[in-house]
């Protein structure tokens, strides 16, 4: 009975609660992050800022002197400065950007454009980047030069003089335009004035005078020399010798024309361009003592041979300077080239008996008497050898 009481005694008491674990409470919602749009100026500087950096990831990429517009990071650069300008269209340091960008990777008629906004934005621009503009010109007209546009050339060449008075290629080709043009007075003082900026230059010199000659000849055949002189400062030289041949045809008393077309033809082997060219040179009143002297090795050549001849005559010129020893190896090689070169047999008698060698000299005018029997000097020598062996 006790014991029923003591359970129900405990039955009636209250029983705790169990603890209960709630759920944290959720973070307030956070507003949206609003991001300030770029003001138009602002978005100008950084599109400007992208621009330098890839010039000079470009530059640090690419092998110097190889910029190229096609090239990925000169293409972004470029695009990169086109966005600062359309977003600041007068902002000159923009421009300038951008002129500099497709001047350095050579794309001429956009940085011609580019220079001319930068020009309008900025009237009182440096000297120096004025100069920087004339190289774009420069480029437009010598390309247009070597297509043939001589009024397009004349006109660019005319912009760089204009934007660089002291830009000696600019000058030097305005004048080489003017003469092609048969504007031969025109050429003169552009000449003077390139020779003025490049005092002592060869071609300048050799074209100023030439220019004074010219209307001696007409524009058609000043013009074939000048294309064809072009063509040989190229390397395209069997199309120089076609051109200084069409000159010397259109003018026949045109030395210089004949002149470089016996020279061209010489160093081609082709001797009988050299004959020709040579032989109606030799015909003028201008003719000087090394026309002839090329004209008597064309001869000679057509005998013997243009590599022995010319190994022949290097060999003289260093016995005419006191090279003994060469001079023997060069007349020894031009009889191994042609053996029947009688002459080239008695001038290796001739060193070999002034060295002392007097059997080697019997020898050498022994083959010398034989192929010219009528060579009375060599003869005469072949028997002093003789003697002294």
């Known amino acids: 009975m006790r014991a029923l009481t003591l359970l129900l005694a405990l039955s009636a008491a209250p029983v705790p609660a169990l603890a209960q674990t ?24 950084q599109a400007a800022a992208e621009a330098r950096d890839l ?49 350095e990777v050579g794309f001429w008629r956009q940085a011609e454009l580019a220079w001319q906004a930068y020009f309008q934005a900025a009237p009182n621009a440096a000297q120096t980047d004025a100069r920087e503009a004339a190289t774009v010109q420069y480029n437009l007209g010598y390309a247009a030069f070597t297509r043939g546009q001589l009024d ?43 020779l003025a900026l490049k005092p002592g230059d060869a071609g300048l010199t050799y074209f100023r005078r030439l220019a004074g000659k010219a209307a001696q000849y007409g524009p058609d055949a000043t013009r074939a020399f000048s294309r064809a002189y072009a063509d040989l400062e ?28 016996g020279r061209l033809a010489l160093a081609l082997g082709d001797l009988g361009a050299a004959q020709a060219a040579y032989t109606a040179l030799g015909a003028l009143p201008g003719a ?65 008996f002034e060295a002392g060698n007097f059997a080697g000299a019997a020898e050498a005018y022994t083959q010398a008497v034989k192929l010219d029997p009528t060579d009375k000097s060599s003869a005469y020598q072949l028997r002093l050898a003789e003697q002294k062996k």
Not at 25 to 43: H, I, K, Y
Not at 321 to 340: L, M, V, W, Y
């Open 234 to 261: 190229g390397g395209r030289r069997p199309q120089a010798l076609v051109g200084f041949q069409e000159a010397a045809r259109r003018a026949p008393t045109f030395a210089e024309a004949h002149r470089e077309a």
């Open 152 to 194: 397009q050339a004349a006109a660019f060449f005319a912009r760089c003089l204009t934007l660089d008075a002291n830009n000696g290629l600019c000058a030097s080709w305005a004048a080489r335009t003017a003469l092609e043009q048969g504007n031969f007075a025109q050429a003169q003082t552009l000449y003077d004035r390139a």
């Open 55 to 103: 010039v000079t990831r470009a530059r640090a990429a690419y092998p110097k002197g190889s910029a190229n517009i096609d090239q990925p990071l000169w293409k972004q650069a470029a695009a990169a400065a086109e966005r600062a300008v359309q977003a600041a269209p007068t902002n000159p340091d923009y421009l300038r950007l951008r002129a500099q960008i497709y001047t």
């Open 288 to 352: 000087t003592d090394a026309d002839r002297y090329n004209l008597g090795l064309v001869q000679e050549a057509g005998q013997y041979g243009l590599q022995a001849v010319q190994t022949f005559r290097a060999a003289y010129a260093r016995y005419a300077a006191g090279d003994s020893a060469g001079a023997e190896a060069g007349f020894t090689a031009a009889t191994t080239q042609n053996p029947r070169y009688a002459k080239a047999w008695a001038w290796l008698g001739r060193v070999r």
């Open 22 to 45: 709630s759920p944290a409470p959720s973070p307030a919602p956070q507003p949206p992050v609003v991001q300030t749009p770029l003001t138009q100026t602002q978005g100008a500087a």
